[in-house]
């Protein structure tokens, strides 16, 4: 099969498009023929060597969000068929005996992660344990699907197990136009959250309205506190949804309401928080939270919400396999809304 893989960190041109030998499924593994694989910054982190997951190691094929057909399937598998349509859950904990990949389900260790750890998604077949595909249903398409896996449920997990939104709590969602910023409006909108969403171009928080946004700000051109608090009547919010780390959040940290919660699942613009006022969070009981790895026992209700027609599946661009490079590396240049696709 074609496959993009590396032997070393680096820029887009340590990526090789070349052959490798097909995956055969243990007894309880199927092979997926991939659709589409959408990208992470996951991806392009790892690749440059900023950072690397426990376990990751050369050669690598990266992709974690997977949807496509099965190709073919282990001796034991019972749930599934050749030629079924599935999404793949790539965080593989709970892995059974029989599967290749059984063994490594540490969510706060070494977790195996398709795409992440193990061989993923850029490429024309990819292995996973029978218990970690979802049937697709026919209105769905596979390109829609692939869209879904990382950001939803990195969301889901944050949104509703760590910072336990309620309807009719508002909320601030950074980033709109990423992916996660993408799942993070629909969810909450879901729920019954009022959403407050920044972003960087005017651009972005048109297409943020587009999808369901109540109030959206330019983080790069207004007070993002001052916007918060206008929009509240001077409250400020409940929670703010942040993967973008320390670039916004001081302007977080004094958008949120008394007993206001800010819940980080990402670092992207670096790993080092200065807390602006230590006397002002505990006297406004603002609390702080890290939301660790989701569950796999949330994929089941996190996939069934968005099956159910009252999410968008914002797909920006697709790039062929061979041009994986390429896609990274408009990924970079953060000029993009929704996912990146590619397509074998």
Request: hydrophobic share 45%; net charge negative.
């Amino acid at each position: 099969m074609k496959a993009v893989l590396y032997h070393r960190s680096g820029g887009p041109e340590v990526l090789e498009y070349t052959d490798v030998a097909d995956p055969e499924p243990g007894a309880k593994d199927v092979v997926i023929r991939v659709a589409a694989t959408a990208l992470n910054h996951l991806d392009i982190v790892q690749r440059n060597g900023w950072f690397t997951m426990p376990g990751f190691r050369f050669p690598h094929i990266a992709g974690m969000d997977v949807a496509g057909t099965i190709h073919s399937i282990g001796s034991d598998v019972v749930h599934f068929a050749v030629g079924d349509r599935v999404v793949v859950d790539p965080s593989l904990v709970g892995v059974p005996a029989g599967s290749k990949l059984a063994g490594g389900g540490d969510i706060h260790g070494e977790l195996y992660i398709i795409g992440a750890t193990v061989d993923g998604g850029y490429a024309e077949l990819c292995l996973v344990p029978e218990s970690h595909v979802h049937h697709v249903p026919p209105a769905i398409a596979l390109e829609e699907a692939a869209t879904f896996p990382t950001c939803y449920l990195t969301v889901w997990h944050a949104l509703f197990e760590v910072g336990e939104l309620e309807a009719g709590e508002t909320v601030m969602i950074h980033a709109a136009g990423s992916g996660t910023g993408v799942a993070a409006i629909q969810l909450a909108k879901h729920r019954g959250a009022t959403v407050i969403a920044t972003a960087g171009t005017d651009e972005k928080c048109e297409h943020a309205l587009a999808i369901g946004c109540d109030f959206v700000c330019n983080n790069r051109t207004a007070d993002v506190a001052a916007f918060a608090r206008e929009v509240t009547d001077g409250r400020g919010v409940d929670m703010v949804f942040d993967h973008i780390g320390p670039a916004l959040f001081e302007a977080s940290f004094y958008s949120l309401a008394l007993r206001g919660r800010f819940v980080s699942c990402g670092n992207t613009s670096g790993d080092q928080l200065t807390v602006p006022s230590i006397g002002h969070m505990y006297h406004s009981g603002i609390r702080i939270l890290g939301s660790d790895p989701y569950r796999s026992d949330e994929f089941a209700p996190a996939w069934s919400a968005f099956c159910d027609g009252r999410f968008a599946a914002v797909i920006d661009s697709e790039f062929a396999l061979s041009d994986a490079g390429a896609a990274q590396q408009k990924m970079l240049t953060s000029n993009f809304f929704g996912k990146i696709l590619l397509r074998p």
